[in-house]
């Protein structure tokens, strides 16, 4: 079977933020949407500092792709319906980058409580996916505008201090 994925430089714009926020955090990982950038940097970087990952991904292509990677410590899940994901368990890193649109603020939110650093990509487009909703959920945020589609990390636990060093 063949996918098809885009792997333009537009899907990768998110891997500077999403490595230093792996640096600076500990404990599990979970991935909102896998794909061509993110599945594999976030499977290599948890097995070679004994993470665990969870990737959760909706569309069959995307699932296909992902579940290559699937070992002991990293679970791949074909998800029907995203409230089935778990917010409560707490999360080192919480990475955003799924369909659809709208419910990528959802889960967000979700994850509020939950994950010490949520890596959102995308954030240049706030009414496409919502994103005016959620800031005012976080005591951080913090946005990298170097490259299009912006990425964004926000956080109610950790100070971002350290990330701003990339900006």
């Known amino acids: 079977m063949e996918i098809k994925i885009n792997h333009s430089k537009q899907w990768s714009t998110h891997m500077p933020m999403l490595i230093r926020s792996l640096e600076l955090s ?62 409560k368990t707490h999360r080192g890193l919480v990475f955003i980058d799924h369909h659809p649109n709208e419910r990528r603020t959802v889960d967000i939110i979700n994850f509020k409580n939950s994950a010490d650093y949520i890596v959102i990509h995308d954030t240049e487009k706030p009414e496409k996916y919502g994103y005016d909703a959620i800031w005012e959920h976080f005591k951080y945020t913090l946005t990298w505008k170097d490259c299009r589609p912006w990425t964004s990390v926000v956080s109610n636990f950790k100070e971002l201090n350290n990330l701003s060093k990339l900006i």
Request: include cysteine.
């Open 26 to 87: 500990s404990g599990d990982v979970v991935e909102v949407g896998g794909g061509l950038f993110s599945t594999p940097i976030l499977h290599w970087y948890c097995k070679l500092h004994k993470r665990k990952l969870i990737t959760y991904e909706n569309e069959p292509t995307f699932f296909e792709f992902a579940k290559k990677f699937q070992s002991p410590g990293h679970r791949v899940r074909l998800i029907k319906n995203w409230d089935d994901m778990d917010f």
